[in-house]
């Protein structure tokens, strides 16, 4: 990862797709982020992704070094995320983010993927048939 990207603090959109190891204070710098796709790296912890908040769309499939997802939490303005193919330890922190219209968690594997009829802002939802069943369920319940 060329050190270069501390330089580019006014950046709006990155895709560091399938880049290897990256480490997240690398990223630390690029608080103006509105996309970040950091699809099959190799990063390891979401904090310091936590604290780009003008963040929409965040891309974290297959990034499965990353367990703790919850400092997401404080993304806001995340319209758009892909949690597919990782190993959350929870996602009810998904509840907290009220922007939240788009979400991908195919092929997670996390104890806690039911409570995923919790999110009643989500306009489309990619999932196992179990979850996806389960999900629009709760919304016809609720209209």
């Known amino acids: 990862m060329p ?17 290897g190891v990256i480490s997240s204070n690398e990223l630390r710098p690029l608080v103006q982020l ?12 979401c904090e310091d992704i936590a604290q780009m908040l003008l963040l929409e769309d965040l891309n974290l499939n297959a990034c499965r070094r990353i367990r703790d997802f919850s ?42 993927l039911d409570s995923i009829v919790n999110l009643q802002n989500i306009e489309e939802l990619k999932a196992d048939s179990k979850i996806e069943k389960k999900w ?8």
Do not use: W
Not at 3 to 19: F, G, H, I, T
Not at 72 to 83: A, D, G, T, V
Not at 136 to 143: E, H, P, V
């Open 34 to 45: 509105k996309s970040l796709d950091l699809e099959y790296s190799g990063i390891e912890t």
């Open 71 to 112: 400092p997401l939490r404080s993304l806001k303005r995340l319209s758009r995320l892909n949690m597919s193919h990782t190993f959350p330890d929870s996602i009810s922190f998904l509840v907290e983010l009220n922007n939240l219209k788009n979400l991908d968690i195919t092929e997670a594997i996390c104890s806690d």
């Open 3 to 19: 050190s270069v990207l501390s330089d580019l603090v006014q950046l709006e959109e990155l895709r560091l797709k399938a880049c």
């Open 136 to 143: 629009m369920a709760q919304q016809s319940k609720t209209k």
